[in-house]
Structures are given as C-alpha cells and as structure tokens.
C-alpha cells in the first residue's frame, strides 16, 4: 500500500483512526482521532504513542516505550481486537480497539493501524458482573484442568494484582507472551475474566 493510500484509508474512517510505526511513533492521525484525543495531527504525528495515550488495563498501567501498541508494527505482534482504558480529552476512558498490519509500498516500513471506539458504558458493565461474579460461589471446574507451570506463575501474580507488564517483568518475558498465557489459562477453566479464571484456580487448590 502506497503512503497516499494509506493515509486515504485513514480519512476516510469515521471512527478514530491512528497508526504506529515500527519505531513506535504516530505516522498517521485523522480527524475523529484529533477530536477524541484532543490533539491535532501536527500534535500527535511522530511522538512516540505511550506518551500522548497512557494506556492501562484491568490490572493497571501498561504503556511504556514496549507497549502492546507500539511493538506491533516491529514484531507483527498484534492482538487483532482488545480494550485499553486510554487518556482522551475528556479523560481517561475505556476504548476498544481493532487493529491490522500494513506496509508502505515504496519504503517497506510496517505500520500498525488502530481503529478506536470507546466503550466506557459496556466496559463498566463488564466489570460490575465481575465483581458479581467475584463474589459468588463459583461451582468447581472439572478435576482434570492440567496448567503448565509457566501458567500457574501466571495466574499467581494475576492473583496478586499484578499487572500485566509488572507480570512480564518478573517472569522475563513479553506482554504479548503473559497475554497468551492468560488466554489459555481463560480457556482451561472456561472463564470469561481474569478474576472468575482466579475464584475457579482458588476453589480447586490451584493457587
């Protein structure tokens, strides 16, 4: 894709819309993106991304110059879809963004496009039936869930209240590699959040 192209496709969104390069910069910023950040494409074009967002998660901070965001163009890393609570204009703000993987035709750079749409109401929902769902009996999972040991180290610091990045930090390894953990962990216990995942581990004597 040509860089007109690119930046074709962008304005032409009517969601807010901005890319990173593989240097973990805005290349790219339409005007749904300056009206939801509060930040004009001068503003924001170049500047590293963990310094105009302030991203964080269910468990706290994440952004840092190897965030989520920022790696993907470098690495190909990319989660296709997740929520960031994000510093906007109005604040900080729980969107949900849709991302893909482009590459300029003429000088081969990747970028990484983010369409973004806040969900400040559906993720405060999400989080009040967690806490519901936190504080009920949680009926055992079946016996047979087998975590690897990676896994549970995991699944302790989550139960700790660790974040995500403090999480890679300990354990030396990537975000991306701690959010996969927490996918399959997810998946064994068939559970839909990180807290229900905990209550199941803690009731049958995981964790």
Avoid at 5 to 10: E, N
Avoid at 123 to 135: N, P
Avoid at 159 to 179: E, P
């Amino acid at each position: 894709m040509s860089l007109k192209r690119f930046h074709l496709l962008l304005d032409g969104t009517a969601d807010a819309a901005f890319a990173v390069d593989s240097a973990g910069r805005i290349s790219a910023w339409n005007n749904a993106a300056a009206e939801l950040f509060g930040l004009s494409e001068a503003q924001a074009i170049n500047v590293q991304c963990h310094k105009i967002f302030q991203c964080s998660d269910e468990n706290g901070p994440v952004c840092s110059e190897h965030c989520v965001i920022e790696c993907a163009a470098l690495t190909n890393g990319l989660r296709t879809n997740f929520d960031l609570r994000i510093q906007t204009r109005s604040g900080k703000l729980w969107c949900n963004l849709s991302a893909l993987i482009v590459s300029d035709s003429v000088t081969r750079v990747r970028h990484a496009i983010y369409i973004v749409r806040p969900c400040e109401t559906l993720k405060r929902l999400e989080q009040a039936l967690s806490e519901f769902v936190r504080t009920q009996t949680v009926p055992a999972p079946p016996m047979n869930v087998r975590l690897t040991s990676r896994e549970v180290e995991v699944l302790k610091s989550l139960a700790k209240g660790h974040s995500t990045r403090k999480i890679a930090n300990q354990l030396n390894i990537s975000s991306a590699t701690v959010n996969n953990h927490v996918k399959h962990i997810l998946t064994k216990f068939d559970a839909h959040t990180r807290l229900e995942a905990i209550r199941h581990a803690e009731s049958v004597g995981v964790i």
